[in-house]
Nanobody, 126 residues
């Protein structure tokens, strides 16, 4: 199992930027895919982005494509989400997720991820 801890959330004005981080620990010696999901109040948790072990494949939700960038540093066991041009609709709790072990294309369905962080709040004011 992989344990995950997110950080970097906060309050930002519309049009601003934030970078989220997710530190992985535990069984990190094997290959694993990672992803970001978010959940707004009263809504279901939704896919944001995912990335393969090699970083060669990334997927994004249409709502964030062109504004968010997912990346990872396997040497530091850390996943990132750079969020630019934020708008109030991006307000949510952001969760980091991992599918381990896995070396293929990264999943986009939350049911395919076995490990989850506790979440970090992102609030975008208008």
């Amino acid at each position: 199992q992989v344990q995950l801890v997110e950080s970097g959330g906060g309050l930002v004005q519309a049009g601003g930027s934030l970078r989220l981080s997710c530190a992985a620990s535990g069984r990190t010696s094997v290959s694993y895919a990672m992803g970001w999901f978010r959940q707004a109040p009263g809504k279901e948790r939704e896919f944001v982005a995912s990335i393969s072990w090699s970083s060669g494949t990334t997927y994004y939700a249409d709502s964030v494509k062109g504004r968010f960038t997912i990346s990872r540093d396997n040497g530091k066991n850390t996943l990132y989400l750079q969020m630019n041009s934020l708008n109030p609709e991006d307000t949510a709790v952001y969760y980091c997720a991992a599918k381990s072990p896995w070396y293929g294309r990264p999943p986009v369905d939350r049911s395919d991820f076995g490990s989850w962080g506790q979440g970090t709040q992102v609030t975008v004011s208008s």
